[in-house]
């Protein structure tokens, strides 16, 4: 199988041509040399024609469901083999943090009702948690964050660099969770390891309402 083709047709957002070249195959199982699925990788490059064929066709695995928000799917694949749950990606996420990047929510809630677990860290480029995830993608709902927080348990858990939620958060402006990490007790005051604090990643980025709130 020539994923190179697959991809190529992925990237000209040519559904007509994926959908010929695929024909009968198992589209999760065409990956690139990063470990991306097809779907993951139309998905998170804006291939909307692509990325709406490969969900019409079904089929999906557990982190293009997750990803996808279906949700009932995610629930079948988990209730068939519990241990997949907390299951990296060949390209390195679990299910969960794909669901927070993107801030499907019932998906979220769903994964933590059937024991995800929060404080499990991607293998990915980030090397995060799934609230790091959830900060960065900006779409996830207060509710799920919430719950998000608290399976997490330690609101200053840092990503790999070195930053916590908190500054993630402030620096991309998201109001509504530096506003829960705050009430879940985030100390507004940790530093990376170059002196920054979540108030400077938001007044770097111009977000001065944030910085202000924060300082």
């Known amino acids: ?11 000209a957002d040519d559904a007509e041509g994926l959908a010929k070249a695929l024909g009968s195959a198992e589209a999760f199982r065409v990956r690139n040399e990063n470990g991306e699925s097809l779907f993951l990788y139309c ?17 999906l695995s557990l982190h293009e469901a997750a ?3 279906e949700m009932a799917h995610v629930a ?16 390195g996420w679990t299910a ?3 669901a927070a990047f ?9 994964l933590l009702a ?24 900006r779409r996830i709902g207060r509710m799920a964050f919430e719950k998000l927080v608290a399976a997490t348990g330690d609101p200053d858990a840092l990503q790999k660099q070195g930053y916590t939620a908190l500054m993630i958060a402030a620096g991309n402006g998201f109001a509504e969770a530096v506003d829960v990490l705050l009430a879940a007790g985030a100390d507004r005051k940790r530093t990376t390891p170059d002196g920054k604090t979540a ?17």
Do not use: W, Y
């Open 96 to 98: 969960l943090h794909l």
């Open 114 to 137: 059937l024991g995800a677990d929060a404080r499990v860290m991607g293998r990915a480029f980030e090397q995060n948690l799934p609230i790091h995830a959830a900060c960065a993608g």
């Open 67 to 69: 990803l996808a928000g």
């Open 76 to 91: 079948e694949l988990i209730q068939a083999a519990p241990s997949m749950i907390d299951l990296l990606s060949p390209d």
């Open 102 to 110: 993107v801030g499907n929510d019932e998906t979220i809630l769903r």
């Open 199 to 215: 108030a400077d990643f938001a007044r770097d980025r111009g977000h001065n309402e944030i910085a202000n709130r924060l300082e």
């Open 43 to 59: 998905t998170f490059r804006g291939r909307t024609k692509c990325a709406g064929l490969l969900k019409t066709r079904g089929n």
């Open 1 to 11: 199988m020539d994923a190179k083709k697959f991809f190529a047709l992925a990237d």
